[in-house]
T-cell receptor
Framework: DAGVIQSPRHEVTEMGQEVTLRCKPISGHNSLFWYRQTMMRGLELLIYFNNNVPIDDSGMPEDRFSAKMPNASFSTLKIQPSEPRDSAVYFC?????????FGPGTRLTVT | AQSVTQPDIHITVSEGASLELRCNYSYGATPYLFWYVQSPGQGLQLLLKYFSGDTLVQGIKGFEAEFKRSQSSFNLRKPSVHWSDAAEYFCAVGTNAGKSTFGDGTTLTVKP
């Protein structure tokens, strides 16, 4: 298995632009998680899905953030409009069902 | 709600020395416990896990951890550290829904 796949690996965008991060979980995993990691705040859970249904989105910072999981093999995290404070590494993870497997992350820089 | 405390933000050990990273958890039910390692620029990689049974669990890269229910601890150990072990280590407690709560991490520096 290729593991959790995230794209793009790096994204640089200007403030106000829309950003879409993509994740392909490990086949057969039924839970998917989006995290954000910064030096100041550490690793934060943004949202997680179980069987493609959002279960807990209490970590989503504000309405500019949205996440979807249209099927078992794909999820997106969208930021619109982006702001410099959104600069971070965003990780996607899937679980099997208890232990989580992380993707390599997307490093987002908003200028 | 569950929580995890990693008391040591940063630890420095000499190559070849033994290592112990501390982790304390709070959870009302039987915990599922994990240790992850994150190398610079990488995602988190699962080192080992405890679900039930033997309280001493073995993981990859020569690491082990011991679950002590009376102390609510799940400390990570390695008898002899290698320079390649320098990384950040995260302890986590999970629920049967698959959601995990992570500690703030401990950064390990290895001196030559």
């Amino acid at each position: 298995d290729a593991g959790v796949i995230q794209s793009p690996r790096h994204e640089v965008t200007e403030m106000g632009q829309e950003v879409t991060l993509r994740c392909k979980p490990i086949s057969g995993h039924n839970s998917l998680f989006w995290y954000r990691q910064t030096m100041m705040r550490g690793l934060e859970l943004l949202i997680y899905f179980n069987n493609n249904v959002p279960i807990d989105d209490s970590g989503m910072p504000e309405d500019r953030f949205s996440a979807k999981m249209p099927n078992a093999s794909f999820s997106t995290l969208k930021i619109q409009p982006s702001e410099p404070r959104d600069s971070a590494v965003y990780f996607c993870a899937s679980s099997s069902p208890l232990e989580q497997y992380f993707g390599p992350g997307t490093r987002l820089t908003v200028t | 709600a569950q929580s995890v405390t990693q008391p040591d933000i940063h630890i420095t050990v000499s190559e070849g020395a033994s290592l112990e990273l501390r982790c304390n958890y709070s959870y009302g039910a039987t915990p599922y416990l994990f240790w992850y390692v994150q190398s610079p620029g990488q995602g988190l990689q699962l080192l080992l896990k405890y679900f039930s049974g033997d309280t001493l669990v073995q993981g990859i890269k020569g690491f082990e951890a011991e679950f002590k229910r009376s102390q609510s601890s799940f400390n990570l150990r390695k008898p002899s550290v290698h320079w390649s072990d320098a990384a950040e280590y995260f302890c986590a407690v999970g629920t049967n829904a698959g959601k995990s709560t992570f500690g703030d991490g401990t950064t390990l520096t290895v001196k030559p």
